[in-house]
């Protein structure tokens, strides 16, 4: 079982930046898979970003690309979502998410609370 805990939502304006962070309970988070997504307000959960357990490679979707980078720290438990450029389309409710298996774009199997990013015009 594995526990993830996001933080660094917030309020912005637009062309602003923000870090989110996600925190990691256990002690093989090197071996999951780790991915973020994102829900705003009558919209469907969708994909963000990924970093899957093995490849080395992260993911991003198109409308992120260029401005989101995820990276991750191992020796912390820790992954991060760095948003820069900010748009008032990228509010909504980000969510951390791994998975044991590779995945990239779902299967996820973990989910934190979620944490608000809101991006004002």
């Known amino acids: 079982q594995v526990q993830l805990v996001e933080s660094g939502g917030g309020l912005v304006q637009a062309g602003g930046s923000l870090r989110l962070s996600c925190a990691a309970s256990?002690?093989?988070?090197?071996?999951?898979?780790m991915g973020w997504f994102r829900q705003a307000p009558g919209k469907e959960r969708e994909f963000v970003a990924a970093m899957p357990k093995t490849d080395g490679n992260t993911y991003y979707a198109d409308s992120v690309k260029g401005r989101f980078t995820i990276s991750r720290d191992n020796a912390k438990n820790t992954v991060y979502l760095q948003m820069n450029s900010l748009k008032p389309e990228d509010t909504a409710v980000y969510y951390c998410?791994?998975?044991?298996?590779?995945?990239?774009?779902?299967?996820?199997?973990?989910w934190g609370q979620g944490t608000q990013v809101t991006v004002s015009s």
């Open positions: 998410a791994a998975r044991g298996g590779y995945a990239i774009y779902r299967n996820y199997e973990y």
């Open positions: 256990g002690r093989t988070f090197s071996s999951y898979s």
